[in-house]
């Protein structure tokens, strides 16, 4: 069972560069997430989706873009990096409750 | 707004002492409660959940925590930790009035020490 696979896991990046992150799950779930975590702060949402073709704002959303165009699919996107974006992102999927992650994506700005 | 708060960023303990991770929250609404789990490099994984029903949870890998609704907490334990329990650990709330976002606290980062 493969479960939440994010990709890449690793990335370093030029400040004003793009990139996206692609989540896929293989759970049928129809929530998705992605959050950031940093040092002594947790993980914080950035964006989520409650199904395909549906986003929505987290609490740290500037500065990112997603897109759910198929169920199994959570792309994110930094159209234009910048040094405070470097953090380790992390995909997740529900059903309803309990969240299941990825591995995680650790992302260097510089 | 819910938050959740961990009242100790680290906790350092001896092998086969007991140990006790204390979480806070708070919510105009009944809520959802988990603990997660994170050894180094890796994502998380659910320790234990609750949901309803007993407020004393058992988890995996012999962790336990109590829901005490009065005092807003959801403190995680276990009676005799092992080197390998060194992780950090995320105490985490879902509201169940509709919608399923997880808000996690800060984390507890749990050194076992031989």
């Known amino acids: 069972n493969a479960g939440v696979t994010q990709t890449p896991k690793f990335r370093v990046l030029k400040t004003g560069q793009s990139m996206t992150l692609l989540c896929a799950q293989d759970?049928?779930?129809?929530?998705m997430y992605w959050y950031r975590q940093d040092p002594g702060m947790g993980l914080r949402l950035i964006h989520y989706s409650v199904g395909e073709g549906t986003t929505a704002k987290g609490e740290v959303p500037d500065g990112y873009n997603v897109s759910r165009l198929k169920k199994q699919n959570f792309l994110l996107g930094l159209e234009s990096a910048a040094p405070s974006q470097t953090s380790v992102y992390f995909c997740a999927s529900s059903y309803q409750t309990e969240a299941f992650f990825g591995q995680g994506t650790r992302l260097t700005v510089v | 707004a819910q938050s959740v708060t961990q009242l100790d960023s680290q906790v350092p303990v001896f092998e086969e002492a007991p140990v006790e991770l204390r979480c806070n929250y708070s919510s105009s609404v009944s809520v959802y409660l988990f603990w997660y789990v994170q050894y180094p490099n890796q994502g998380l994984q659910l320790l234990l959940k609750y949901l309803s029903g007993s407020t004393l949870v058992k988890g995996i890998n012999g962790f336990e925590a109590e829901f005490n609704k009065s005092q807003t907490s959801f403190h995680l334990r276990k009676p005799s930790v092992h080197i390998s329990d060194t992780a950090e650990y995320f105490c985490a709330v879902i509201r169940n009035t509709g919608g399923f976002k997880t808000i996690f606290g800060a984390g507890t980062r749990l050194f076992v020490k031989a």
């Open positions: 759970m049928n779930h129809e929530y």
